[in-house]
Structures are given as structure tokens and as C-alpha cells.
């Protein structure tokens, strides 16, 4: 009997591949009940912000992946000398980018035509907190420690959530200001569970230049694909509220929102590839059928999400956001295809990052660059944004698979 219940047990992976379904569903809460709150047009400035803490989630995650890489390979006295290093230096980047967000908010209220400078201020503020909450997750992660991960991820959605809304409707503030605050105070949450003794260990070890230059390695090379991912995720939000009206923007928003929903179950999966594919590697074992397993999960899920949008998109847009964003229901199947497709090409090219293999980040990058500019020049509707994006993501995923079976046929040469 004991046995049975044993193996019936959750293990860690599952209990955190629960936790990151429930964080994403919790986020999708928040945006959407902004989202009926506020209406399209103040919903556009509301998603600048959304957008701009995905952004800077991406540039954190440079350090997260490199501090789980390197707590992987890392034992001992060279471990704790690594998370100090990366502690310091993760915290003067966060304080830089900070400084450059606040320094530059009139500019950017003008760029995106946002109603006030000071949402960016406040948000500036809260960037070096997310950089520390960063490196804390790379080292769980790295470590396997699912179950505190969890609680950081948790933490950050839960008290976002709690503490916007709470502002918003207690009372009755619809300014973005409300919504950075928020977003500032689910930083200082989502650094539970936080060690402060192991930014300073009490005897530092000098790491070896061997060790110093594989770290400066893959983290550069890890920074140039997370701007990649800023660029692909991002870049046709910002370019909108750019291009086109507040309404416009806004209904384009609530469109990016309900299709990006299978880039964030995929990267659940990623969060779990990366130390699998690291310590088999370091045990000598195949990796391949790991890469396979993940890709057919979001395979299955993608294909599922486009039925889905296809079949009912007006029912959908309407549940979720209302009768006001209904004008987007033709394109949401068509959104949902173009981040399927960056989704499956994202899992390949962090499969290749694990394993110190990076043309397809640099693949990758050439075509976030391809993207972008297609919107800069081909944007006379929202249709034609979509477009674009179905274009440069089809063809970087045709190019990512042909990678792929290059690798494998050469492999078997040799």
C-alpha cells in the first residue's frame, strides 16, 4: 500500500510544471481583468508596461540560464565564488538599466504615446529587484529546487495580481502609474524564498580562468538570444503603439495576449530542458529524445490552440475580453500559428544552447531582425502585422528543423 502511494507521488517536475500552468492562468487573470477594466485605450498603456516587464524579464533570464547552467557543472567553494560573482554583477546591471529607464521616461512616454512619464519611473525603480530574483530562480532551477521555484514564481503573480487590482478597484484608480506599483511590489514578493548571506560568501574563491571564460562565453552568447526573444515577442507591440492609434493598439494587445498563451506553456517545458539536457551531457548520455519529448508536448499544444481559436475565436475574444475587442477574432487562429511556430523554434535553439551550440541563436537573431523589420515597413493594417510575422516565423522554423537534421546526419557520419 505504502509503495502504491509512492509511486503515485508528484514528483518535483510535475509539481512545478502545475505551478508554472497555474502562475501563467494567474497572469492571464490579471491581464484580462485589466483588460474589461480599463477598455482598449487605456488598456494600451496598461500593455506597454506588460510589455516592458517581459522585456526585462528576457534580459534577466540571461542570467537566470547562465546561473542554472553553471549550478549544474559548479560544486563547492567554486559554486558559492560563481553565485557571488553573478549576485554583483546581475545588481550593477539592474541599477544601470534602472538609472536608464528613469533618466529617459518623458522620452519614452513620447516614443509609445503613453499618458504619464511615471509609470516608467516607478517601474525603473523596481529593475535591479528583478535582476537578484532572477539569479535566486537560476540557482533553484539549476539545482532542481522545483518546489522553491515555484514559490518565487508564485509569489511574483499572486501579490501582482492582489495588490493592482486591490489599488484599482478599492480606490478607484485607473492611472498605469496603479499598474506599475503593482508590478514593482510583486518584485520585492517574488524574491521569497532569498538567501542574503550568499551574495558575500565569507571566503571568496578566485574562479579559474577556465571557468571564467566559459561563463563569459555562454553568458554572452545567452544575452545576444534573449534580446532575439525580446525582439520576436515584443517588438510588434511596441511597434504597433507606435504605428497606430490607442484603440487600434490597444484591441491589438488583447489579440497578442490570448495567442501568446502557447509561447509561455512552451517555455515551462524550456525551464525544465535546460539542466536535463546539461547533466546528460555531463553524464554522456544521448539528449535527443529529451529534445523530441518536449517538441511533441508543444506540438500537440499548439495544434490544439489553433482549433481552438479557428473554431470559436469570436466566443473567445468575448469570454475573455469583451464585445469592445471583438474587431480581432478573424486574426486570433492566424496569431496563434505565428507563435506556434517561434515556440517549437525556440525549443530548438535552447536545446542547442545547452550543449554550447549556438548558430541556431544567431539564426535565430537574424530572423527577430527580419521580423521587425517587416512590420517597420509593412504596416498599413493589423492584419498586415500578423502577416509579417507568420512570414519570418515560418521561415525560421523550416530553418531551425533543417539545422536539426543537418546536426543529426553529421553525427552519424562521424
Known amino acids: ?117 511615471n509609470m516608467f519611473i516607478v517601474f525603473g525603480c523596481g529593475v535591479p529587484l528583478y535582476f537578484l530574483m532572477s539569479v535566486n530562480r537560476g540557482i533553484f532551477q539549476g539545482k532542481k529546487a522545483f518546489k522553491a521555484l515555484s514559490i518565487t514564481y508564485q509569489g511574483e503573480m499572486l501579490s501582482r495580481l492582489i495588490i493592482t487590482l486591490g489599488l484599482i478597484l478599492i480606490f478607484d484608480i485607473q492611472s498605469s502609474v496603479v499598474i506599475a506599483v503593482g508590478i514593482l511590489a510583486s518584485f520585492v514578493f517574488g524574491l521569497i524564498p532569498f538567501k542574503f548571506p550568499s551574495i558575500i560568501p565569507k571566503k571568496a574563491l578566485v574562479l579559474s580562468k577556465t571557468h571564467s571564460k ?30 497606430f492609434e490607442s484603440y487600434e493598439a490597444g484591441l491589438y494587445a488583447s489579440l497578442a495576449l490570448i495567442g501568446r498563451i502557447v509561447y509561455f506553456i512552451a517555455w515551462m517545458f524550456v525551464m525544465l530542458l535546460l539542466p536535463t539536457v546539461v547533466q546528460l551531457k555531463k553524464e554522456g548520455k544521448e539528449t535527443a529524445p529529451t529534445l523530441f519529448k518536449y517538441v511533441g508536448y508543444i506540438a500537440a499544444i499548439s495544434i490544439s490552440i ?67 523589420g517587416l512590420v517597420i515597413f509593412y504596416h498599413d493594417s493589423l492584419e498586415q502585422v500578423v502577416h509579417m510575422q507568420i512570414i519570418a516565423m515560418l521561415l525560421l522554423l523550416c530553418i531551425q528543423l533543417s539545422f536539426f537534421k543537418y546536426n543529426q546526419l553529421k553525427s552519424k557520419i562521424a
Open 214 to 243: 566559459e561563463i563569459k562565453s555562454f553568458f554572452i552568447i545567452t544575452a545576444f538570444y534573449e534580446l532575439t526573444q525580446i525582439i520576436i515577442n515584443n517588438s510588434d507591440i511596441l511597434l504597433v503603439k507606435h504605428y
Open 306 to 372: 489553433i482549433v481552438v481559436c479557428l473554431s470559436f475565436p469570436e466566443t473567445i475574444i468575448t469570454l475573455l475580453f469583451g464585445d469592445s475587442y471583438i474587431a480581432m477574432a478573424p486574426l486570433l487562429w492566424k496569431y496563434a500559428v505565428a507563435t506556434s511556430m517561434f515556440a517549437i523554434s525556440n525549443i530548438f535553439a535552447y536545446y542547442y544552447l545547452s550543449l554550447d551550440k549556438y548558430v541556431p541563436v544567431v539564426i535565430s537573431g537574424l530572423f527577430g531582425m527580419l521580423q521587425m
Open 1 to 117: 500500500m505504502i509503495a502504491t502511494l509512492k509511486s503515485k507521488k508528484i514528483s518535483p517536475e510535475q509539481l512545478f510544471m502545475l505551478s508554472v500552468l497555474v502562475v501563467n492562468g494567474g497572469n492571464y487573470l490579471y491581464n484580462l481583468i485589466l483588460g474589461r477594466l480599463l477598455g482598449p485605450a487605456q488598456f494600451a498603456d496598461a500593455a506597454v508596461l506588460i510589455t516592458f516587464l517581459l522585456v526585462l524579464s528576457f534580459a534577466a533570464m540571461t542570467f537566470q540560464l547562465v546561473t542554472a547552467k553553471f549550478s549544474v557543472l559548479f560544486e563547492n567553494e567554486v559554486f558559492k565564488s560563481f553565485i557571488s560573482k553573478v549576485y554583483k554583477n546581475a545588481l550593477l546591471v539592474g541599477v544601470l538599466m534602472g538609472i536608464l529607464i528613469i533618466m529617459f521616461a518623458n522620452q519614452l512616454q513620447n516614443l509609445f504615446n503613453t499618458s504619464s512619464s
